[in-house]
Nanobody, 125 residues
Framework: QVQLQQSEGDSVQAGGSLKLTCSVF????????MAWFHQSPGKDREGVAN???????NYADSVKGRFTASQDKANNVLYLELNNMQPEDTGIYYCAAAYLTYCSGNIVASDFNYWGQGTQVTVSS
C-alpha cells in the first residue's frame, strides 16, 4: 500500500515561485511513474508533469519552461517547482503514483492508482 502526503497550500503573486512536495510512504517498486495534476475550480484534473524511476520527465505544453518535476529517491519525496506563476495556475495540485515501466508523454489521471490529498495554490494578479 502506498500513501502520498503533500505539503500545505500557499499563495503567491503573479510572477512568483512555489515548490510543492509529496512524500511517499509504503512500498515503491523499482519501476514507477509519479505525476502532478492541476485542477482548476469546476474543471477536471489535468496532468502537468510526470517523472519515472530513471528521472525522465514529461510536461504539459502549458507549463514547459516554467514547472520542473524532480525527486529525492533516497527520501521518497517528489517535488514540483513552479516558476513565473500566473493566475491561471491557481487551483489544487495533486501528486499521483503508478507502477509503470515508463511514464507516458500523455499524462492521464486514469493511469494512476495512488493520490495525495491535494495542495491549494492561489496566484493573485
Amino acid at each position: 500500500q502506498v500513501q502520498l502526503q503533500q505539503s500545505e497550500g500557499d499563495s503567491v503573486q503573479a510572477g512568483g515561485s512555489l515548490k510543492l512536495t509529496c512524500s511517499v510512504f509504503g512500498s515503491i517498486y523499482s519501476s514507477y511513474c509519479m505525476a502532478w495534476f492541476h485542477q482548476s475550480p469546476g474543471k477536471d484534473r489535468e496532468g502537468v508533469a510526470n517523472i519515472d524511476s530513471d528521472g525522465s520527465t514529461n510536461y504539459a505544453d502549458s507549463v514547459k519552461g516554467r514547472f520542473t518535476a524532480s525527486q529525492d529517491k533516497a527520501n521518497n519525496v517528489l517535488y514540483l517547482e513552479l516558476n513565473n506563476m500566473q493566475p491561471e495556475d491557481t487551483g489544487i495540485y495533486y501528486c499521483a503514483a503508478a507502477y509503470l515501466t515508463y511514464c507516458s508523454g500523455n499524462i492521464v489521471a486514469s493511469d494512476f492508482n495512488y493520490w495525495g490529498q491535494g495542495t491549494q495554490v492561489t496566484v493573485s494578479s
